[in-house]
């Protein structure tokens, strides 16, 4: 078994099976660590306090779909990597999941086993420096403020 590091993928199927075997392959194959879920509902109350790096969601479930779900993650983390798992490709609603959803990928089945943990690790790698990126944004903003204020301070001595 390979060994597990920070990257998490979370996986959304209403299908037991497409679960099981998304599941396995990446445990198996792959450093990540999985969370899976039925329920997109279920997966968005743990989105709000788990760090996941990629969302792999199918297209068609029960209670909700896959853009729409996605969408839901999007507004919730923008960084995380968001990928599309679909047995009804059609170029539409390619188009609709990349606009609304911010889609990072779209997959259809059955997949590739090298092609999905290619996608994934691309994800992860995008979510890392995304967040990285942030970080340093908010590290140049917070030394900006610091240097306002000493302008403001020198001025203020020189008036």
Sequence with gaps: MPERTAGTVMIVDDEEMVLTALRTF???????????????????????????????????????????????????????SRILLTGYADVENAIRAINEAGLYHYLEKPWD????????????????????????????EQANGELLEVRSRLIRMFL
């Design 26 to 80: 990446l445990e198996l194959e792959t450093p990540w660590a999985v969370r899976e879920f039925t329920s997109p509902h279920d997966a968005l109350e743990a989105l709000a306090t788990e760090r996941i790096d990629v969302v792999l969601a199918d297209f068609m479930m029960p209670d909700m779909d896959g853009i729409s779900f996605l969408k839901e993650v999007r507004g919730q983390k923008p960084h995380v």
């Design 113 to 140: 086993n090298e092609h999905l943990r290619m996608v994934i690790r691309n994800g992860m790698e995008r979510s890392s420096l995304v967040n990285e990126l942030d970080a340093r944004i908010s590290a140049l």
